[in-house]
Nanobody
Framework: QVQLVESGGGLVQAGGSLRLSCAAS????????MGWFRQAPGKEREFVAR????????FYADSVKGRFTISRDNAKRTVYLQMNSLKPEDTAVYYC????????????????????WGQGTQVTVSS
C-alpha cells in the first residue's frame, strides 16, 4: 500500500510563492513517475506537472509553465512543487499522485496514469 501525504499549502497573496511537498511511503519511490494535479471549486481536477522516475524529465500544463517547478528527492522519497508568481486562478486543492507503471517514460497528463493519490492540500491565492 502506498501512502502520499501533501503539505505546504496555505494562503498567499497574488505574486507570492509556495512550495508544496509530497512524502511517499510503501513502495520503491525512485521507480515511479510522480504528478501534481489540482481541483478548483466547481471544476474538474486538472493536470499541473509531472516528473519522471529519474527526475530528468518534467512536463507542465501550459497554465503553469514558467511559474511552477516540479522536482524530486528520491533519497527523501519526496516530490515538490515550487509555485511562483501565483495568481488567484491557481486557487485549488493540490494533489500528488504516483504513476502506476515502474520506469514509465510517458509524458501523459491523464489521471489514468496514476494509481495512488494523496489527500490534497489547499492553496488559496488572494488578489
Amino acid at each position: 500500500q502506498v501512502q502520499l501525504v501533501e503539505s505546504g499549502g496555505g494562503l498567499v497573496q497574488a505574486g507570492g510563492s509556495l512550495r508544496l511537498s509530497c512524502a511517499a511511503s510503501g513502495r520503491t519511490f525512485s521507480s515511479y513517475a510522480m504528478g501534481w494535479f489540482r481541483q478548483a471549486p466547481g471544476k474538474e481536477r486538472e493536470f499541473v506537472a509531472r516528473i519522471d522516475w529519474s527526475g530528468r524529465s518534467t512536463f507542465y500544463a501550459d497554465s503553469v509553465k514558467g511559474r511552477f517547478t516540479i522536482s524530486r528527492d528520491n533519497a527523501k522519497r519526496t516530490v515538490y512543487l515550487q509555485m511562483n508568481s501565483l495568481k488567484p486562478e491557481d486557487t485549488a486543492v493540490y494533489y500528488c499522485a504516483s504513476d502506476r507503471t515502474r520506469y514509465s517514460g510517458s509524458s501523459s497528463s491523464t489521471e489514468d496514469e496514476y494509481d495512488y493519490w494523496g489527500q490534497g492540500t489547499q492553496v488559496t491565492v488572494s488578489s
